[in-house]
């Protein structure tokens, strides 16, 4: 079989979480991850190493079964590669969700009214506006607490003088 | 093998599940951002570098997003405010976000949520008279990032 370099593999992999390789790619895949060492594989590749590594022990598990089965190794094939696709499956919404996340869009954004608005100043200005309106509140929550700290501290010495008070009366 | 694959979900699930939280807090605020009456607007990592500088929260956190949406909107003779309260408070829910405080100062309230986590979210609802607004914090939302803001020491200026 044709080995495959990395840009290559690196294709191939983004066509399988497309699902659109043949099976004779997914071998060359396979036989790129056997037959590379970590030490000249790039940290992108490296990622996907141990899935592709699992895949070729549950075929061969799943080829050694079959052996001994004999023609009901169809009945557990099935199941098990179903598992496989649901995994696969699950990979796809993986990277799909990674690349739709927060961080990926990192121009400043502003809209009044549904128009977006080229104005940096205005854009700071409204964030900051909001944002005022939340510290104040905190702001007063804390001083609140603060006061009521004190509160609990003027109380316990009164409690301090009481009692030093109701000593001094039974002497 | 099969525990080795469980545990290797399992370690991946938490991202995932992080990231698709921050996605759903994101299509939430896109669908408003667009409306009339509403006001949107999303600050940058970058910019957020530049503010954060020397201040408490600097680093921490890398996307904010706030979209205000004026009292007397209505769609389908529902108040828009109300609509996107609803949307928020199903979120909440949903990710069981903790509610860390609920603040009321006349006609004015403020509600914290706290999804902590290193890519997690701080979430405050501004009610008033005239106005609701949401402000969505994402990032590494720390115990000293938590302090900050219940500080009410996150400024962009």
Redesign the interface.
Request: net charge negative; glycine share 10%; charged share 30%.
């Given at each position: 079989m044709k080995r495959v370099s990395e840009n290559e593999v690196a294709l191939l992999i983004e066509k399988y979480f497309n699902a659109e390789t043949s099976l004779s790619e997914e071998e060359q895949i396979r036989e790129y991850y056997r037959c590379t060492s970590d030490e000249i594989m790039s940290e992108e590749l490296k990622a996907y190493r141990?899935m592709f590594a699992?895949f070729d022990?549950?075929r061969e598990s799943l080829n050694n079964d079959s052996v001994v089965i004999g023609k009901k190794s169809n009945l557990f094939i099935r199941p098990s590669l179903m598992r496989w696709v649901s995994i696969a499956a699950?990979a796809v919404v993986?990277v799909a969700?990674?690349l739709?996340?927060?961080?990926q869009?990192?121009?400043?954004?502003?809209?009044?009214?549904?128009e977006r608005i080229k104005d940096k100043e205005l854009?700071?200005n409204?964030?900051?506006t909001?944002?005022?309106?939340?510290?104040?509140?905190?702001?007063?929550?804390?001083r609140g607490e603060r006061r009521l700290n004190a509160l609990v501290k003027a109380d316990q010495s009164i409690s301090a003088l009481e009692r030093l008070n109701s000593k001094l009366s039974q002497n | 093998m099969k525990r080795i694959l469980i545990i290797l979900f399992a370690l991946a699930a938490l991202p995932i599940a992080m990231a698709a939280q921050n996605k759903e807090i994101n299509d939430i605020l896109d669908k408003y951002e667009k409306r009339k009456s509403v006001e949107s607007v999303t600050i940058s990592s970058d910019l957020l570098a530049m503010a954060g500088k020397g201040n408490d929260w600097g680093g921490k956190i890398s996307k904010i997003r706030i979209v205000s949406v004026d009292s007397n909107v209505t769609e389908n003779n529902v108040p828009v405010r109300v609509e996107l309260k609803r949307d928020m408070d199903e979120l909440v829910l949903k990710f069981k976000f903790i509610s860390a405080l609920k603040v009321k100062d006349g006609n004015d309230e403020v509600e914290m949520y706290i999804n902590q986590n290193k890519s997690g979210a701080l979430l405050f609802l501004n009610s008033s008279k005239e106005e609701f607004a949401v402000i969505a914090m994402f990032g590494n939302i720390d115990d000293k990032l938590i302090q900050t803001a219940l500080k009410g020491g996150i400024s962009i200026k």
């Open positions: 141990d699992l022990e549950e699950a993986l969700l990674f739709s996340g927060p961080g869009s990192d121009a400043l954004k502003f809209y009044i009214d549904g854009a700071l409204m964030a900051e909001n944002l005022e309106k939340v510290n104040h509140m905190m702001k007063g929550l804390e | -």
